[in-house]
């Protein structure tokens, strides 16, 4: 309708304007004012080629850019509509070139659709001013091939001539942009299903981190997990209680929200729960070449008589430092929690049998002699181990031996491990990939000062967003563990936000009586409650029920069971009429599973766990909603955790459902969490 209606409006003018102008045969002829369109011509490339658009520079975006295909490598790219644009069709990563739309009236608002590569300087969709070519806005892409909804506030410029421009100035991976489905008006915000499109996009967000910083503007920020304001983190390091106050570093890479040249962000807080960030602990040394990646890996902490001393891995990119040995242990202490000393190396040669690696170097005082004790995550010929180092000064460490190694099923280097008591047994946690999967595993069993007996091996929490976890005995004795709410496969679409990762919360550890290690959420997260919960006690569903909405909240439910006649319970989460991340219970079989796969955007996988009900006949869940994850906890210690990116301001629903039959909760509550974050 809108593509007939231009031309025809256009005809009309050109001919209101011909007759009311008096012709005269010397004079040149008046230009004709155009009547703007409404948007670009062509604006979702359903043409099924690049009709209104213009090739402006070099070879990234022929015709052949233009394509129907509705899956990449790494699943659906989620375009709207039969075409879109995949920079990466025509000519590859390595090609360059720009694209320019026709020109329409900026309107007060649009949106459009945006993947492929992230780079601000050299990828991007930009407005531009038709008058005097001036960039009004930006916006790169979330380095994935799926799309991603960028929302333009234009009213500054509303009515002014202007049109898009794609831009593709960098070669080699990820040297792309998708663009989709361009919408102004009211249909940019709104989408044909009634919802509002959540307001994601570079603009409005900082390139720098600068005081204030608004933690709460982001639609998909988590408001109560630990994230960086720019930029990337990873695994946590260096988690300790010292001198009363928790403290958080992370892996952290400030300039992109991609991994890189690692340093080690700070924060410190009162209770494990709320968070101040501090300056950068440790930062890499400059760079010997542009793409030098050697910095500071993941590592721990101790207290050593009053010194705040950690222990981590320095890393050294010998294709920009030929011949340096790539990972090796070093030393930093700080006696006012804040400032830290440069690193001193105290291994400078990883033990033989290390092929895979040698790094996440993790201390404890060891209860069995009395001696510093050092676990380095390592492998070889296929099979991930974990090597044992003691010391009396954590100065000069002797290399004790291998004192776990697998079996070649559970992947070829053991990252990030952990040992520690608990409940009379040992706990050895490390991360592994296998198979392209990321996994938090973890085995029980016994230790005698150099070598570990496994006796149970188990996954730590059987969601997708778990891995590198480390723990700490805080001042009350117990074992608080937290994990990077990622892993190297998740997908991150805030990175068009120009953030990535986040830290789960922490978890309280401890033994089932069954053997399995299990968790609880620490218990100051009550403190994050804000107003007066939604409760109810004894309540039956049939079909479906809505217990309340909420994009940051905690549900608790008791199901009980005896009474529940459902084969299946569902809950489902950040829940609209067009998405919702469910958590489902199958009764027959005790299966815990959650499925993302209809989440938003990311969308992944469904993930599953074993659940037991107590002796009474009750479950237990005990859910953590932010605005970009879902931490679910039952009552045995099991746990769930995921993160999730709605697309839209609606998905905030949390129903229970009953399958064949009816589901009776003892007790279901919703209750609003607020913000972790503490002022600087
Ligand atoms: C785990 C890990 C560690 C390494 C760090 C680098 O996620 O690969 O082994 O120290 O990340 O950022």
């Known amino acids: 309708m809108s593509r007939w209606k231009a031309p025809h409006l256009t005809v009309i003018a050109a001919l209101l304007v011909a007759a009311s102008t008096p012709i005269s045969a010397n004079a040149a002829p008046p ?95 930009a407005l531009v001013r038709d008058s005097d070519g001036r960039v009004l806005r930006k916006q790169t892409g979330p380095q994935d091939e799926a799309y991603v ?73 988590p408001q109560f997990h630990y994230t960086p304001y720019q930029g990337w983190i990873n695994d946590p390091n260096g988690v300790i209680q010292w001198r009363g106050r928790h403290h958080l570093f992370s892996q952290f890479y400030p300039d992109a929200p991609l991994w890189g040249p690692m340093h080690w962000a700070h924060a410190e807080g009162p209770d494990a729960v709320h968070w101040r960030d501090l300056p950068v602990a440790l930062t890499p040394p400059p760079r010997a070449t542009p793409t030098d990646n050697s910095g500071i890996f993941s590592g721990s902490a101790v207290d050593d008589d009053g010194t705040l001393t950690v222990a981590y891995t320095k890393f050294t990119d010998t294709a920009a430092h030929p011949g340096a040995a790539p990972e090796t242990v070093a030393i930093a202490t700080s006696t006012d929690g804040v400032n830290f000393t440069p690193g001193t190396e105290v291994i400078t040669q990883a033990p033989p049998g290390s092929s895979a690696g040698f790094r996440d170097p993790k201390v404890f005082r060891d209860p069995v002699d009395g001696r510093w004790k050092m676990v380095v995550g390592s492998g070889d010929g296929g099979r991930g181990k974990v090597q044992l180092y003691a010391s009396d000064d954590l100065r000069t460490w002797t290399y004790t031996g291998v004192l776990a190694e697998g079996d070649g099923t559970t992947g070829a280097m053991w990252e990030c491990p952990d040992l520690f008591p608990l409940g009379g047994k040992w706990v050895l946690l490390y991360s592994t990939n296998e198979g392209g999967q990321s996994l938090q595993r973890y085995a029980v069993g016994d230790y005698d000062g150099s070598g570990f007996r496994a006796e149970r091996h188990g996954i730590l929490d059987g969601g997708g967003d778990t891995y590198a976890a480390q723990s700490y005995r805080d001042d009350a004795g117990r074992r608080l563990m937290t994990a990077w709410m990622s892993d190297w496969n998740v997908k991150e679409p805030t990175r068009v936000n120009g953030w990535a990762g986040a830290q789960s919360l ?64 569902t809950l489902r989460l950040k829940a609209s009429v067009a998405e919702a991340t469910v958590l489902r219970y199958e009764k027959a079989d005790g299966t815990l599973s959650l499925d993302t796969t209809g989440a938003g955007y990311g969308t992944r996988a469904t993930y599953r766990t074993q659940v037991k009900p107590s002796p009474d006949g009750t479950l237990a869940l005990d859910i953590f909603v932010d605005r970009s994850s879902v931490e679910v906890f039952t009552g045995d210690g099991a746990a769930l955790t995921a993160r999730v990116y709605p697309r839209y301001r609606e998905s905030q629903a949390v129903e229970f459902a009953a399958e064949g039959g009816r589901l009776h909760l003892r007790s279901a509550s919703l209750t609003r969490l607020g913000s972790a974050v503490l002022p600087d």
């Open 506 to 569: 922490h978890r309280e550890l401890f033994l089932a009586p069954d053997g399995r290690l299990g968790q609880r959420p620490v218990a100051a997260a009550d403190s994050l409650a804000e107003g007066a919960p939604v409760t109810v006690t004894d309540k039956t569903v049939t079909g479906t029920w809505r217990l309340g909405r909420g994009e940051t909240a905690r549900v608790k439910a008791v199901l009980d069971l005896g009474r529940t006649t459902a084969d299946t319970v």
């Open 149 to 221: 909804r960028i929302v333009w506030d234009t009213s500054a410029w509303r009515g002014q001539g202007v049109h898009l421009e794609v831009v593709d100035r960098k070669a080699g991976g990820w040297g792309h942009l998708n663009l989709d489905d361009v919408r102004t008006g009211e249909a940019a915000v709104r989408d044909d299903n009634g919802l509002t499109f959540r307001t994601l996009g570079q603009a409005g967000q900082p390139t720098a981190p600068t005081a204030p910083r608004d933690f709460t503007a982001d639609p998909l920020r």
């Open 31 to 125: 230009a004709t004012p155009r009547p703007l369109a409404s948007g670009p011509v062509n604006p979702g490339f359903d043409t099924g080629d690049l009709t209104g658009w213009t090739v402006t520079e070099g070879t990234a975006f022929g015709p052949a850019a233009v394509t129907a295909i509705d899956s990449y490598w790494g699943g659906p790219f989620h375009h709207r509509g039969s075409h879109h644009l995949w920079g990466h069709a025509a000519a590859g990563d390595d090609a360059t070139g720009t694209l320019r739309s026709s020109s329409f009236a900026a309107p007060a608002r649009m949106s459009f659709l945006v993947g492929g590569g992230w780079d601000p300087e050299r990828l991007y969709v």
